[in-house]
């Protein structure tokens, strides 16, 4: 059953994706004093191979293959935004905030995305389930 597990794979990686996107959008709005602002993360993912790394073709490739994983979450990388808000207690000596630079257009691109990316998934998964019990009825009945 490789394929319903590649498909799962995929799954688990989704919902990884999800949940910081989740996390980045919740904390967009959370400021702080500078330098302890959060930063925004992004998950790198990628394939996952077995014990066949180094096999080229055929049978041996494809065993060697394991779905997908994720590799890290890193930092963003974007710069936190200023705001003039001289009242805010977390404001610096010139009265700014710094809020995390979180993209919303951009964190709701990649959600829908990911979204899409999940439902292909579960698609896939189901065909799989559905190949396999077609082939248990053909070897039942043949």
């Known amino acids: 059953m490789q394929a319903m597990e590649i498909s799962r794979t995929g799954l688990d990686v989704e919902w990884r994706r999800l949940e910081v996107i989740a996390q980045n959008l919740a904390n967009a709005n959370s400021s702080g004093p500078a330098g302890r602002v959060y930063q925004p993360l992004r998950l790198v993912s990628g394939p996952r191979f077995g014990t066949l790394v180094g096999a080229e073709t055929g049978a041996a490739a494809a065993r060697g293959l394991g779905g997908v994983a994720v590799y890290r979450l890193e930092a963003d990388g974007a710069a936190p935004r200023r705001v003039h808000e001289p009242g805010n207690p977390n404001a610096d ?3 700014f905030v710094s809020y995390p ?3 919303h257009a951009a964190q709701m691109t990649l959600m829908v995305q990911t979204a899409r990316a999940y439902e292909a998934n579960i ?5 799989a389930r559905q190949m396999y019990a077609k082939a248990l009825d ?3 009945n043949g």
């Open 101 to 103: 630079g979180v993209d």
């Open 93 to 95: 000596k010139d009265g």
């Open 138 to 140: 053909l070897g039942r």
């Open 123 to 127: 698609v896939a998964m189901t065909a």
